[in-house]
């Protein structure tokens, strides 16, 4: 689970962003290594579906109730028609880790 992501509130097609995320696994099972996605969505809900950014790998994995915190560089592509976005992102993104629901995403953080 995606417990929060932030970033600077503005950014520019072709400019390079850094957004935080922190990585939860709370559903009471370690898990092992996992990918993360990073999206810019123009909406609120944010899939797979929409402008993958980057990944960002958790290597180790997470015990039950650990953390995994990384500031991840992201540059927003210069074909971006200029608007309002949202940041969101999006663990275990190749359904790597067996789970008992479904994969979550973050509250997203809108983006102009």
Same mark, same amino acid.
Do not use: C, K, W
């Given at each position: 689970?995606?417990?929060?992501?932030?970033?600077?509130?503005?950014?520019?097609?072709?400019?390079?962003?850094?957004?935080?995320?922190?990585?939860?696994?709370?559903?009471?099972?370690?898990? *092992?290594?996992?990918?993360?996605?990073?999206?810019?969505?123009?909406?609120?809900?944010?899939?797979?579906? =929409?402008?993958?950014?980057?990944?960002?790998?958790?290597?180790? *994995?997470?015990?039950?109730?650990?953390?995994?915190? =990384?500031?991840?560089?992201?540059?927003?592509?210069? =074909?971006?028609?200029?608007?309002?976005?949202?940041?969101?992102?999006?663990? =275990?993104?190749?359904?790597?880790?067996?789970?008992?629901?479904?994969?979550?995403?973050?509250?997203?953080?809108?983006?102009?």
């Amino acid at each position: 689970m995606i417990s929060a992501i932030s970033g600077p509130a503005v950014a520019s097609p072709g400019a390079t962003d850094r957004a935080e995320q922190h990585t939860v696994r709370n559903t009471g099972l370690p898990s *092992g290594a996992f990918n993360v996605g990073l999206y810019l969505a123009s909406s609120a809900a944010v899939t797979t579906a =929409d402008r993958q950014l980057t990944t960002r790998r958790v290597t180790g *994995g997470l015990a039950t109730n650990a953390t995994s915190a =990384d500031a991840t560089s992201v540059q927003i592509p210069s =074909d971006v028609t200029p608007g309002n976005y949202f940041l969101g992102a999006i663990a =275990d993104i190749d359904n790597e880790v067996p789970t008992e629901g479904t994969r979550t995403t973050t509250p997203p953080r809108p983006r102009s």
